[in-house]
RNA sequence: CGGGCCGUAGUAUACCGGUAGUACAAGUGCUUUGGGAGCAUUUAGACUGGGUUCAAUUCCCAGCGGCCCGACCA
């Protein structure tokens, strides 16, 4: 995409009503745009991060079975009333709001009892199972205090997936891999040396969950890593006991600040029995299903790529999740620099790269340099009168100071390699 | 929800009980073009409501909004 036909612009200074790296460093990229506390749109640019974000979770889900469908936002108030979670005292977070004939409906903060009250009209036998089911949604939270940027918003877009197995063995089973294809996807955001998965408390559900914990100062939470095992504590379950059965020693702990970008929990009965959700097995008697539930933020991982992968210039996307592969700099006004780069620009596209062409006119080349920092690309390619006097485009990793001049044919192979 | 800080233009600020000035940013034109260049020019502001007062952006009260700490957090 050309740069002259983005509506959105760079910004030099950083809003006055954020303070956190990722919000700023979003906002003055025109990634986000803010409408207010906790609530954020995504920009074209922001957008794309979040598209490709998707696509990685999408196809993890994929390889463990997991199946995509779409819930709705509007939530009937007799399903969550069977499970004592329409109540203000049980759920502070919900929005609520009235149809024109006075009924009450919310509006979705989570999606087990919709998801639970759906499969009650397909599932009748142990042939009907198990199923993995998710969906990508907005989720809408009237918390308290929002906070961090995109970290924690009011509104915020989600991967929800909830397993149905016939039995604590079955799920068990499929916990374990949803466990490794968590950890898949936080590798190929690009996070994975800095996330840890973490025993947690389980909530209202359970006694225990798993958390996905990202180191960062910009966390919510305070986790004891274990380097040995490669898994940490949350200190809210940060207990002798617990310890010994993990088979992890105290001494070797050592406390960070982490965001959780990731959540699995085992649900167990509890829900099918209120909502009742049951099958038949073979043996003709009836069994209630057995639940799980795998939460990930797609906007708060986004935001976490920010804060931990930044640098003092700007953003630094992994090629994974960038929203164009290579940032194409054409400088200066120099005519045969401007055919040449359009040349480049359109041989690129030809081949498929996502490639962002800063085509726009008058800028300095300090300005240009510094716009692809904060935007944060891969790869800079530029096309200049010194380039175009070594025959050739010079490219730069942006997590690299020096660059090379190769040609078209070069870089093509580079990004392609990357890109496939 | 408890606590703290704070609301003048996009940002940073100035003055002031007599209706607001500067810088940067942004727009336009020309010049420039390897790390946010120059000249000219334009646009843009007192969160809202009430009170006090001849007069309120300024003082008082209330509300709204923003950020932060804590609590909470499927």
Redesign the pocket.
Known sequence: MRQSKLFT?????A??????KNAELLIRGGYIHKE???VYSYLPLGLRVLKKIENIIREEMSKVGGIEMKTSILQDKEIWEKTN?WDDNEVDIWFKTKLKNGADVGLSW?N?ENFANILKQYVSSYKDLPLYLYDFKDILRN??????GIM?GREFYWKALYSFSRNETEHNDFYERMKVAYRDIFKRAGIGHATYLTFASG???SKYSHEFQTLTSAG??TIYVSEDNAMAVNKEVMEEEILASLGLEKNKLVEHRAIEVG?I?TLGTSKPEALGLSYVDKNGEKNHVFMG?Y?VGLGRLMGTVVEVLSDD?GIVWPESIAPFAVHLLA???DEEVLKEANKIYENLEKAGVDVLFDDR???????K???A??LGMPWRA?V????MKEKGI?IKKRTEEK?KIVSTEELLKILNEKVS
């Open positions: 612009k760079t910004r030099k200074e809003p006055a009503d954020e303070t956190s207010m506390a906790g979670r989570s087990e918390e308290v205090r929002s906070k961090s924690r909530g209202a559900f919510e939470d959540n929990f539930s939460g210039h400088l200066g006004d006119e008058g800028l300095s080349a300090g300005e340099f510094s716009d920092d904060l530029v200049s009168v010194r380039s010079e660059g």
